[in-house]
């Protein structure tokens, strides 16, 4: 069965860059949701997307920027990076929660950015 | 303060040995998820839980959700090493929820 794509698996930038990471969700699956996750530490949300509109937003921080395009892939757009930025980031997605169906996501295997 | 709290945190035991994690809250779940998760790779979601007192069953994994919908545990009988990783549980507040929020995590060592 076809799963979460991200991409790319690995990347590595400089203090002050920018990044964007990519998601591609598992087809018919109409949201997707953005988490951080450090060395050590459970995934943190960030924020997600249904039907191109930001649907929920959590810890994300103003210099990063999320959009769902109409074939519901989805793009996490991050600038002026930090070093505390280096982490797994996830992307994740579902059928909305809302029409009947329960909060049941699935993973993609995670961009690692390494900021130096 | 973690909203989900898991434990135990890290648990050794030997192969063919029983275990339960537990999955706590003092808040009410629409839905509870297990996930697990190896190295670098993105969690793999094992089981969802929506009813009280609902027990799903995969294999040697027993997933249970409490009758308030506030806890949950996984018990694994007969471990084996393959059963090796870190077991994550995750919970949407209410249905319709967008968020999932994470519990700490477990990391299981079954030793040959």
């Known amino acids: 069965a076809a799963g979460v794509i991200q991409s790319p698996r690995h990347l590595i930038k400089e203090k002050r860059e920018t990044a964007t990471l990519k998601c591609y969700p598992i087809?018919?699956?109409?949201?997707v949701y953005w988490y951080q996750q450090g060395p050590g530490q459970d995934p943190q949300f960030l924020i997600s997307f249904y039907e191109k509109m930001q649907s929920d937003k959590g810890s994300i921080p103003d210099r990063f920027s999320a959009q769902q395009f109409s074939d519901y892939h989805s793009e996490l757009n991050m600038s002026s990076l930090e070093l505390g930025d280096s982490a797994l980031y996830f992307c994740a997605s579902s059928f909305y929660p809302g029409q009947g169906y329960y909060n049941e996501q699935f993973f993609g295997p995670g961009t690692r950015l390494t900021v130096l | 303060t973690q909203l989900l709290e898991q434990s135990p945190q890290f648990l050794s035991i030997q192969e063919g040995e029983n275990l339960t994690v537990y999955c706590n809250s003092s808040s009410v779940f629409s839905s509870l998820q297990w996930y697990r998760q190896e190295p670098g790779e993105g969690p793999v979601l094992l089981v969802t839980?929506?009813?009280?007192?609902e027990v799903k069953k995969l294999k040697r994994l027993t997933f249970q959700f409490g009758d308030a919908r506030k806890d949950s545990s996984l018990h694994i009988t007969a471990a084996q090493t393959g059963d090796t990783g870190l077991y994550l549980c995750a919970g949407a507040k209410v249905q319709g929820a967008q968020k999932l929020v994470f519990g700490q995590g477990t990391r299981l060592t079954i030793n040959p």
């Open positions: 839980v929506v009813t009280g007192g």
């Open positions: 087809p018919r699956h109409d949201t």
